[in-house]
């Protein structure tokens, strides 16, 4: 024996859960690559650009956790991803602005978003890196690398495990990518 009922409104649910899917899908994509874009406007120096698509960015993020609950957002791995994007070209943003990594106040962001942006900041701050080195620009290879080395300093005090662990991985490597470039440009010194 069926509950007629309960199997309606289930259908009910599951039709409304995929329209909710459809649109978080959406606007998280957007979100993802429009980070993406941030990053590229930073590592070319159009600061402008980067400030209004992250104001953007922030628009769309905080029209979804107004329009739905922040567990139903998580359900979704592409919200779950642009987060962790959105994180890095926000502390990318900081780091090029002078500004310091800090806590984003207007977004509800959870710890993993937060790790897993920094470690991955540490990248694009190694492109930095190389792109200056490129150009002559030696002095820039110290900063940088004593901003990577700060960050590995508080992100070693974390017992990371599993996913997270993978990052911190790749951030240990980016840590020393610019310590070699720094090693590099001293020897030809």
Not at 11 to 34: C, F, G, P, R, Y
């Amino acid at each position: 024996m069926i509950n007629k009922k309960f199997i309606q409104q289930l259908k009910k649910d599951h039709k409304q859960h995929a329209v909710e899917q459809q649109q978080i899908v959406n606007l998280s994509s957007t979100v993802l690559h429009d980070s993406k874009r941030v990053i590229f406007s930073l590592h070319r120096n159009n600061i402008d650009r980067a400030k209004n698509s992250l104001l953007a960015i922030e628009k769309i993020l905080i029209d979804l956790e107004k329009k739905f609950n922040n567990n139903r957002l998580i359900e979704e791995g592409v919200y779950r991803a642009c987060l962790e994007e959105y994180v890095e070209a926000k502390m990318f943003y900081l780091i090029s602005t002078g500004q310091t990594i800090d806590k984003i106040k207007k977004i509800k962001l959870n710890i993993n978003s937060y790790i897993g942006g920094i470690c991955d900041l540490t990248g694009e701050l190694v492109r930095v890196g190389i792109n200056k080195a490129s150009i002559g620009q030696y002095n820039e290879i110290v900063k940088i690398k004593e901003i990577i080395n700060s960050i590995m300093s508080e992100l070693i005090e974390f017992d990371l495990t599993s996913y997270l662990r993978t990052k911190y991985d790749q951030a240990k490597i980016n840590s020393k990518k610019i310590e070699q470039i720094n090693y590099e440009i001293n020897l030809r010194k």
